[in-house]
């Protein structure tokens, strides 16, 4: 049955989906954020200094070092921002469900008592059938 209620419902399920969609998208970037943060800290493991050399071999791997460490840092904030991503679109995905959940449960009360009016109408004109009924017996 449709509702004044159908719509709406119809509408905030697309919304909840989208908002779903876009949390799937959120975590994904926060795994490949993870991923780069993971693969950024075993690349600075893999840079030794030198043992013995010149001062300019010594100056470049403290260089390769220092963008490492910059590069971590980066990614950690980028980790971070994505993690506050995730959380907002959680949130919102939260209340998408309950406005979904709140006119669906409208829409069923609705229906409920669409489907009590008629149950009603329909016994009225069962009624008024015998009673005619009945009048054309006593008729005869």
């Known amino acids: 049955m449709k509702t004044r209620f159908s719509s709406i419902v119809k509408y905030k399920h697309s919304r909840m989906q989208e908002d779903e969609a876009a949390l799937q998208k959120a975590l994904t970037r926060l795994q490949n954020a993870k991923r780069e943060l993971e693969r950024s800290i075993k690349e600075l493991k893999t840079l030794n200094a030198p043992q013995n050399g010149n001062m300019q071999s010594f100056l470049a791997s403290r260089t390769l070092r220092d963008a490492q460490f910059r590069l971590i840092e ?65 008729a005869i």
């Open 74 to 138: 980066k990614n950690r904030e980028w980790v971070a921002f994505e993690q506050k991503q995730v959380e907002a679109m959680q949130m919102q995905l939260k209340e998408s469900m309950i406005e979904y959940e709140k006119f669906k449960y409208l829409e069923a009360k609705e229906i409920e008592k669409m489907q009590k009016a008629l149950a009603l109408a329909e016994s009225k004109r069962l009624d008024e059938l015998a009673m005619i009924s009945y009048n054309q017996k006593e």
